[in-house]
């Protein structure tokens, strides 16, 4: 959970750091690539470490991912130049990316079934907290200290991050060995950076029609015509193609690009808005944002929990579609005269429109995805969400470097001899300045940044248009339960995710199970249709641990699993022993032949249950999917803590 807020609080402790880093570092028509690097670089790593992980084990690669993210950080708090901080930023990227996938996996690795779906919660709210916490975190770090301890905070929590992993995360490697599509990642990555190159310098570094812009955007074009080709071949495509046959998902996917383009660039812009026009400190710029923040997640988590009621979830894209566009309208409105009352209905507006928005791909998506395409058309969702972030980010910056120089030339000329024109280039140099000098440069950035909302806006209509082509289908069961709460939410608005069909159908079945109102065990002994108490199959799977490894197991075992007295557990092993499903022969008990079957029993009772509660999935692929629940059922008898709080 550190190393996860660790990731997800550094996009939005940069954002409010932003104008700060641009008055000392120069290089303003950059400002963008500052974020877009990171998330560049995190969208490529996120589909690399999950096999990664399987090759090598998980913690190696945990490690390793928080070693790239501090030393990201390091540099980027030394940087003394905006190209050094950009590439410091794409390092830490690939940590964040790497170490958010890694933590996710762990929890799937060490984490019980039933408990899974608490500690996912847990994970969720890490987003929640780190969407509100980072923009007051950001600007205390810049009024207080300096902007550079923005990226320094990193370091002693990470350094704690290693040496707590290296002491308890458990060396799990597993048996699979992915095929991993290099080629399909590699030019995935040259064409968004390509793409996102030219939204960036279109209009700024170059002319739109000019040869570099024009050869740029032509080639990313092709490389990603390449992408689609290798994606067809690939025998473990990242993105397949396939999936865009389904008109849900490509509406989906086009709606998580769309919210993606629209949260971030707003976040990332709005404290520039704050801190040069308005004259707010940098903390004073993040608690003006909170308005935004909590109409985005007050949305989300009350979207999630109707969905998880009434199964009806076309309505809010609908809306929220309409309030993006709204929101966007109205940003363009601000000035140096709004009240803050007015601006924070807009931004409650605007993070609303959001907030309606950013759910619903990802819940329709596991909700309508075959079993065998479930983790990555889970990724995929994620992914073009990412990728929507970059470019309103670029998009944003491109609106923003183009058409700031212009405006501020004339209040520059403007100036009174004596005056230092680099005084405009930050906001304290800004409002330093006397009443009637600073009016024409505040009234420049307050027009640079209505321009860039208002040319913006339309992305609303976009998302409004493509939300009455989805489809409203019947959501499963288990998707409906993982809509509600932080965890869901937070799923909505973390990073891609590398994870296989497995694991994505366990934490939907994890969820379900965390959810239920009463202990199921009563309900799995009845489908074994077998005649023992809650205590004895709690004690049979934990027999069944430990002898899996042994051969045979002692109390000592149980107790050393379960950390309660061996003793406790002598009256039960009797009552086994007695009724011939254990044989016992100096403290060391065996499966009688009778036992193994009681255990396949039970399995089959947990199968049954499980297939009850995943009576909607009308899977195709009947062997695999069986196959998958076969081995949650034997994860479930075979941890005891599963059992234990019946």
């Known amino acids: 959970m550190s190393a996860m807020l660790l990731s997800a609080l550094d996009q939005t402790i940069v954002a409010t750091a932003l104008p700060t880093i641009v008055s000392d570092l120069g290089g303003g028509s950059h400002l963008s690539w500052v974020v877009t690097s990171y998330l560049l670089a995190e969208t490529i790593m996120t589909v690399l470490i999950g096999k990664f992980g399987d090759l090598y084990g998980r913690k190696k690669t945990f490690v390793v991912s928080v070693l790239l993210f501090l030393v990201g950080s390091l540099f980027a708090g030394w940087a003394d130049s905006m190209s050094t901080l950009i590439a410091a930023r794409a390092v830490q990227g690939l940590g964040g990316g790497g170490l958010m996938v890694t933590a996710m996996a762990i929890i799937a690795d060490v984490v019980p079934l039933r408990e899974r779906g608490k500690f996912q919660g847990m994970a969720g709210a890490v987003f929640g907290v780190a969407t509100v916490a980072g923009p007051l975190l950001g600007g205390l770090f810049v009024d207080h200290l300096t902007w550079r301890w923005a990226f320094f905070v990193n370091i002693p929590l990470g350094i704690v991050v290693i040496a707590v992993a290296l002491a308890a995360l458990p060396s799990i490697k597993t048996l699979e060995k992915p095929r991993i599509d290099y080629a399909g990642i590699a030019l995935i990555a040259l064409a968004s950076t390509g793409l996102t190159l030219v939204t960036t310098w279109g209009g700024t570094e170059y002319d739109w029609l000019s040869p570099t812009i024009l050869l740029m955007a032509a080639g990313s074009l092709v490389l990603l015509v390449a992408f689609v080709a290798v994606e067809r071949r690939a025998a473990e495509p990242m993105l397949p193609m396939h999936l865009f046959r389904s008109r849900v998902f490509t509406v989906s996917g086009i709606l998580s690009f769309v919210a993606g383009f629209a949260m971030l660039g707003g976040i ?284 045979y197991a002692t109390m000592e075992h149980v107790a050393e699993f379960t950390d309660v007295p061996a003793g406790i557990f002598e009256p039960t092993a009797r009552q086994l022993v007695d009724a011939g499903y254990l044989a016992e022969e100096s403290g060391r008990y065996r499966f009688t032949p009778r036992g193994a079957e009681l255990f396949e029993r039970l399995v089959t009772g947990w199968h049954l249950w499980l297939v009850e509660r995943l009576h909607d999935w009308n899977e195709p692929d009947r062997m695999e999917f069986s196959a998958a629940l076969d081995a949650f059922a034997e994860d479930m008898i075979e941890n005891g803590r599963t059992l234990t709080r019946a």
């Open 268 to 551: 990332t812009y709005l404290p520039t808005y704050l801190q040069y026009v308005r004259g707010e400190s940098a903390t004073e710029s993040g608690l003006w944002m909170l308005p935004l923040i909590g109409g985005l997640m007050g949305t989300a988590l009350a979207s999630g929990n109707v969905i998880s009621r009434t199964g009806r979830y076309r309505v809010f894209p609908i809306v929220g579609s309409v309030l993006l566009a709204i929101g966007l309208l109205l940003m363009s409105r601000l000035d140096a005269t709004t009240s803050y009352w007015l601006m924070g209905v807009f931004m409650v507006v605007l993070g609303a429109g959001i907030g309606l928005c950013m759910p619903v791909p990802m819940i329709v998506v596991q909700s309508t995805t075959n079993y065998a395409d479930l983790g990555v058309a889970t990724s995929g969702i994620s992914f073009l969400r990412t990728i929507g972030s970059s470019f309103g980010v670029a998009v944003f910056g491109t609106i923003y470097a183009g058409s700031l120089p212009d405006r501020l030339a004339p209040a520059i000329a403007a100036l009174p001899p004596g005056v230092d024109p680099r005084l405009v280039r930050s906001p304290q140099g800004v409002h330093a300045l006397p009443p009637e000098v600073a009016a024409p440069v505040i009234d420049a950035y307050a027009e640079t940044v209505q321009s860039m909302f208002l040319v913006a806006a339309p992305i609303g209509l976009v998302a409004l248009v493509v939300a009455f082509f989805l489809e409203e289908v019947p959501l499963r069961d288990t998707t409906r339960a993982a809509a509600t709460g932080n965890s869901g939410v937070g799923e909505s608005f973390a990073p891609p995710t590398s994870a296989s069909s497995r694991q994505e159908l366990e934490k939907l079945v994890a969820k379900v199970v965390g959810s239920l109102g009463a202990d199921p065990v009563p309900e799995v002994l009845a489908r074994a249709n077998v005649d023992i108490s809650v205590a004895q199959g709690w004690l049979v799977g934990h027999f069944y641990r430990a002898a899996a490894d042994r051969g």
